[in-house]
């Protein structure tokens, strides 16, 4: 089993920042994808951005340029800078963590809490 614990959400000021993070604790396969989803009020949850334990990245198109997706693998954790923040960003945010094992080849997903990332206009 995985338990993320995520940090960092809040109120901020249209174009401001906020860093997120997300630490995974449990039996992580070296084999994974950790990444933030959002999903606002009234809408289905999206990807915002993934990072691969390989250091390959994947962003919503939305955020490119202005969000930028991190990950220490010693401390199984990652991280979300947000920077110039707009309303439309407002939303629960999510961490998540997909992991292969090779052993069994066992696919699995796991979920964060969520956080409220609120950007006032």
């Known amino acids: 089993q995985v338990q993320l614990v995520e940090s960092g959400g809040g109120l901020v000021q249209a174009g401001g920042s906020l860093r997120l993070s997300c630490a995974a604790s449990g039996s992580i396969p070296s084999i994974n994808v950790m990444g933030w989803y959002r999903q606002a009020p009234g809408k289905e949850r999206e990807l915002v951005a993934n990072m691969a334990s390989g250091g390959s990245t994947d962003y919503a198109d939305s955020v490119k340029g202005r969000f930028t997706i991190s990950r220490d693998n010693g401390k199984n954790t990652v991280y979300l800078q947000m920077n110039t923040l707009k309303p439309e960003d407002t939303a629960v945010y999510y961490c998540?963590?997909?992991?292969?094992?090779?052993?069994?080849?066992?696919?699995?997903?796991?979920w964060g809490q969520g956080t409220q990332v609120t950007i006032s206009s």
């Open positions: 998540r963590i997909a992991t292969y094992k090779v052993t069994t080849r066992a696919l699995s997903n796991y």
